[in-house]
């Protein structure tokens, strides 16, 4: 998906930016998108980033507004946040049990840009307290009819006490400009011994090496980092976490949707049913130690 760019003046919001895991200026340029984007890979630590990339502020304001979530970027209407709920919601009840099997639900489950709360809602029967975040105001107040605690904003606006057993991030951490500050300030918020769960697309994944450059996951402008296991894992290892293990995160999209991304029009009974496809989406787990 290709968003409304947050300025008319397109090159005043555009910055150029170094690694933004390691900090190397080393880079070299395996898919080039549409102008003036590239994707570039850090000849030092393997890690993808979008280059150049609009400011965080430009973003953050485009991510605010109630259109966010409408969709309809391929020119088809289910495409929208709302009309995914079925598939997302398959997602996150078998992500909650590979949770489980692992001994990591119960307690208090923090999720950071928690969308319109249904894995805050499927998470009723795995944890007590639930809280989440999310910059869209219409998206927060849709959460909060799951009976959780949503903030509006990010992982600042969430109080230092009381700490949390579990945090989970989905489909989050491409987003973020500083990643390695930001994990880190969520094990500021992770009770000792507790677990951080990040999700996001696979850029080391079958799907994307099948696909090229037209890998539905390279979102320009939004997505400013593209993740495999490896930079994944060393990202949470960088913040400080240990035990970092892969976590199985099969994934169901409307059909529909998969459609759209091939610029294919299905009809709606069609479209609403859920496939599950393999090998789109790279997920970590890690303990956060004692502080």
Known sequence: MILKEPAADTS????????????????????????????????????????????????QEVYRESSYYKGGACGYADTSYAAQEFALRATFKRLLRNLAKRGLTGGDLLEIGCGYGYLLDEARSFFGRRVGTEFS?????????????????????????????????????????????????????????GHIILATP???????????????????????????????????????????????????????????KFGFKLPPWLGHFKLWVPATTVAVYGRVSNQ
């Open 12 to 59: 005043a919001n555009l910055e150029y930016p170094a690694c933004p895991l390691c900090e190397s200026d080393r880079r070299e340029f395996p898919f080039r998108l549409g102008e003036p984007y590239r994707v570039a890979r850090c000849i030092e630590c393997g890690l993808h980033y979008l280059y150049p990339r609009f400011i965080e502020s430009a973003m």
């Open 137 to 193: 105001p219409e998206g927060a107040e849709i959460g909060r009819g799951t009976g959780a605690e949503v903030f509006v904003g990010g992982i600042e606006q969430v109080p230092s006490e009381p700490k949390f057993d579990c945090v989970i991030g989905t489909q989050l951490i491409e987003h973020v400009y500083e990643p390695l500050s930001f994990v880190k300030r969520l094990a500021g918020h992770t009770k000792p011994d």
């Open 202 to 260: 696979d850029i080391g994944g079958v799907l994307r090496k099948a696909m090229g450059r037209s890998w539905p996951s390279f979102k320009v402008p939004e997505h400013v980092l593209y993740f495999d296991y490896r930079t994944l894992r060393s990202l949470m290892l960088r913040a400080g976490l240990s035990d970092v293990c892969r976590l199985p995160y099969p994934h169901a999209f409307p059909l529909g949707l998969i459609a759209a």
